[in-house]
Every structure is written in C-alpha cells, then in structure tokens.
C-alpha cells in the first residue's frame, strides 16, 4: 500500500512563511511527478506546483515567486516552501504523486489526505 502523507500546515499571518512536506510510504520502487494542489472553500481544486523527477518545476501565476517546490528523491519526499503568504492561499492543500511499485508496473496517481492552510489578514 502506497500512501502520501502531508504536514506543515497551520495558521499563519499574512506575509508569513510555511513549509509543507509530503512523505511516500510503502512499497516505492519509483517516483515520477510530484506536485502540489489546492481548495478552497467553494472552489475546485487547482494546480499548484509540479516538479518532474529530473527537478524541473511548473507554477500557477498567482504563486510564482512566492512557492517553491522541492523533493529530496533520496527519501522519497515533496516539499512546497510558501513565502509571502496572502490570505487568498488559505486553502487545503494536497500532495499528488505518479508513482510506480515494481520496475514493470505502470505509475499510478496517489494523492494525499490533504493539510490545511490558514492566512489571516
């Protein structure tokens, strides 16, 4: 059973920083695209953040500048440093990965369970 398990969420005011982690476990024989989505209440999830396995990163315009994503492969982690956090960035946000079990199987898309994020004004 693989699984996706974020931390580093809370609450924080505007302007402030966090920094959130996404931990593969279980059986990982690869990991493909990690990246990191959000929700707010009322709206539909939205991309946030991606870096492919060979390091290169894709941002939403609205966090550019501002987020910075990261993985450390080596122990099969994500991380997403926000910056100059607005209170537009409350939200949940989720890790999402492709990953891939036996050197055959397919990759497969897990998402974590989600953790919540809270700017204050």
């Known amino acids: 059973q693989v699984q996706l398990v974020e931390s580093g969420g809370g609450l924080v005011q505007a302007g402030g920083s966090l920094r959130l982690s996404c931990a593969a476990s279980g059986s990982i024989f690869s990991i493909n695209t990690m990246g990191w989505y959000r929700q707010a209440p009322g709206k539909q999830r939205e991309l946030v953040a991606v870096i492919s396995s060979g390091g290169f990163t894709n941002y939403a315009n609205s966090v550019k500048g501002r987020f910075t994503i990261s993985r450390d492969n080596a122990k099969n982690t994500g991380y997403l440093q926000m910056n100059s956090l607005k209170p537009e960035d409350t939200a949940v946000y989720y890790c999402?990965?492709?990953?891939?079990?036996?050197?055959?199987?397919?990759?497969?898309?897990?998402w974590g369970q989600g953790t919540l994020v809270t700017v204050s004004s």
């Open positions: 999402n990965a492709d990953i891939r079990t036996t050197p055959i199987a397919n990759y497969r898309e897990v």
